[in-house]
Every structure is written in structure tokens, then in C-alpha cells.
């Protein structure tokens, strides 16, 4: 919901503009990485994701980049549209144990574009 | 359209009374999760389900119990044990929890509220 922003860096962009949104995750050993868009009120939605054995994924409009050595991903939304602001964030998967696999959220970044 | 539905959007809850929030889905998944998601902090697992009739504790069940009784269903309780319910509570699904790649798919959320 609208609470969800609040506390959360915020990136302001001009309309047509490029977008990069940056997460810094935690396990060095974690397999898979999502970006998911949060709309206030709504759930999650998932944009793109990238296994760890490729450093660049691209989707529409969107590009995922991974760097392994500082555990780095981000995330580059081309020529920004005012419905591209909503809370994004990364979410890294790891290996558990017993055949389970563990989800980490990170705590998001608000996108507000400006027309 | 296949998804993920959760209601109500909106639930208040008496300061000892127990509420219980919906969570259906009929994209036919094995796995079925519920979040907290508080202002300023990552998603937070409360419970999680790989099959039907099975469910386990994630990072902070205390005060909150599930069941899954149908494939397509994981209602989750707010019990009076859980002091701190104010929160936005997001319910997901997988294939399978136990395959890599498994981007989760959200519903739109229950804000509930302390009266």
C-alpha cells in the first residue's frame, strides 16, 4: 500500500529519461535474482529475473545486470513512463539445504517519474 | 484469468479477537506463502506451503497459524498472540518451492488494521 514507500530511498526521473535502481544483496552463494514493481495498494509483480551464471538479462525496456565480485545488481528501466513509478525491489534466492531453496527480500527503492 | 486473490482488502481487528485472511489461487501451484510487509523493511515470511495438508514456520510465525486443506487455498490467522498485527500482508504462490526458478506470484494484499 501507500505505507509501503515511506522510509525507502527514493529516485526522482524525468520522464523519458533513463531509470537505474540499484540493490546490494547478501549471500555470495545465491542462484537467482528477481526484480519485482510494487504499485500502491497492489501486490508484487514480477519484472525480470537472472540466473548467477549471466551477468545481463534484457526484457522489454528493462535490463537486469549482475556483478558476482561485488554483489551488486541493478536494475535499468529505458525512456521512464509516469507508470513506471512504484517501489521496486530485489529478491535473491540461495540454496537451504534439503533440497529447499531460501527467498530474501530486499527493502526496495520508490521510483517517482516526473512528467 | 489464473491468479492470485486475496480478501478482504481492507480488515480491522479487536484488541483479543482472532481474524483470518483469505488466500486463493487457481494457477495450480504446489507452494503457497504468506508475507508481513512493514514500511521501510523487506517482505517477511510468516508461513509457507509445499503441498497440500503440509505447512512449515518461516522467519516469524509466532501468533499466526495456517492451513491448507485445499491446493488452492492457504488462509492465514491473525491470532491475539501477535501484538504487533498492523501490517500489509501479502499472500504468494510457486510451481514448486523446491525448483530454482520460481519467480513467486503475488496477490494485491490485506491491510489490517488495529481498532
Known amino acids: 500500500g501507500e505505507s509501503v514507500g515511506l522510509h525507502l530511498p527514493t529516485l526522482s526521473v524525468q520522464e523519458g529519461d533513463n531509470s537505474i535502481i540499484n540493490c546490494a544483496y547478501s549471500?555470495?552463494?545465491?542462484?537467482?535474482f528477481i526484480w519485482y514493481k510494487q504499485e500502491s495498494g497492489k501486490g508484487p509483480q514480477f519484472i525480470i529475473d537472472?540466473?548467477?551464471?549471466?551477468d545481463k538479462r534484457q526484457g522489454q525496456r528493462v535490463t537486469v545486470l549482475l556483478n558476482k565480485t561485488v554483489k551488486h545488481l541493478s536494475l535499468q528501466i529505458a525512456a521512464t513512463q509516469p507508470g513506471d513509478s512504484a517501489v521496486y525491489f530485489c529478491a535473491e534466492i540461495s540454496y537451504s539445504g534439503a533440497g529447499s531453496y531460501q527467498l530474501t527480500f530486499g527493502k526496495g527503492t520508490k521510483l517517482s517519474v516526473i512528467p | 484469468d489464473g491468479g492470485i486473490t486475496q480478501s478482504p482488502k481492507y480488515l480491522f481487528r479487536k484488541e483479543g479477537q482472532n481474524v483470518t485472511l483469505s488466500c486463493e489461487q487457481n494457477l495450480n501451484h504446489d507452494a503457497m506463502y504468506w508475507y508481513r510487509q512493514d514500511p521501510g523493511q523487506g517482505l517477511r515470511l510468516i508461513y509457507y506451503?509445499?503441498?497440500?495438508?503440509?505447512?512449515q514456520k518461516g522467519d516469524i510465525a509466532e501468533g499466526y497459524s495456517v492451513s491448507r486443506e485445499k491446493k488452492e487455498s492457504f488462509p492465514l490467522t491473525v491470532t491475539s498472540a501477535q501484538k504487533n498485527p498492523t501490517a500489509f500482508y501479502l499472500c504468494?504462490?510457486?510451481?514448486?518451492?523446491?525448483?530454482?526458478?520460481?519467480?513467486?506470484?503475488f496477490g494485491d494484499g490485506t491491510r489490517l488494521s488495529i481498532l
Open positions: 506451503s509445499q503441498i497440500v495438508n503440509d505447512f
Open positions: 537472472i540466473r548467477s551464471n549471466m
Open positions: 549471500n555470495s552463494a545465491s542462484d537467482y
Open positions: 504468494a504462490s510457486s510451481i514448486s518451492r523446491d525448483r530454482l526458478v520460481q519467480p513467486q506470484h
